[in-house]
């Protein structure tokens, strides 16, 4: 099993960037595809990025591609999210997710994953 733990939330105004991090421990970071979600208040947990186990292949929701980067690094067991020009229909709570895969496949579905971290916060000021 894998442990995650989210980091770099916070308030920012529209247009802005953040960069959340994501550090996993307690199983072979290199042997997950790793991904995130968000929920905003009063929605149901939507599907942002995934990423597969090597880095090379990416997969992103319409709603942020072309500006949310996701990327690993899996020497420091840890996977990114950078956000640039910020909306505020981006606020919501993100969370690192994970599921253990040989081959790489895209689950849009929170059920997809096993393996969450607690969230954190994102708030976009108008």
């Known amino acids: 099993q894998v442990q995650l733990v989210e980091s770099g939330g916070g308030l920012v105004q529209a247009g802005g960037s953040l960069r959340l991090s994501c550090a996993a421990s307690?199983?072979?970071?290199?042997?997950?595809?790793m991904g995130w979600f968000r929920q905003a208040p009063g929605k149901e947990r939507e599907f942002v990025a995934t990423?597969?186990?090597?880095?090379?292949?990416?997969d992103y929701a319409d709603s942020v591609k072309g500006r949310f980067t996701i990327s690993r690094d899996n020497a420091k067991n840890t996977v990114y999210l950078q956000m640039n020009s910020l909306k505020p229909e981006d606020t919501a709570i993100y969370y690192c997710?994970?599921?253990?895969?040989?081959?790489?496949?895209?689950?849009?579905?929170?059920?997809?994953?096993?393996?969450w971290g607690q969230g954190t916060q994102v708030t976009v000021s108008s």
């Open positions: 997710v994970g599921r253990e895969r040989r081959f790489y496949s895209v689950s849009y579905s929170p059920s997809g994953y096993p393996y």
């Open positions: 307690g199983d072979t970071f290199s042997s997950y595809i």
């Open positions: 990423i597969n186990r090597s880095g090379g292949i990416t």
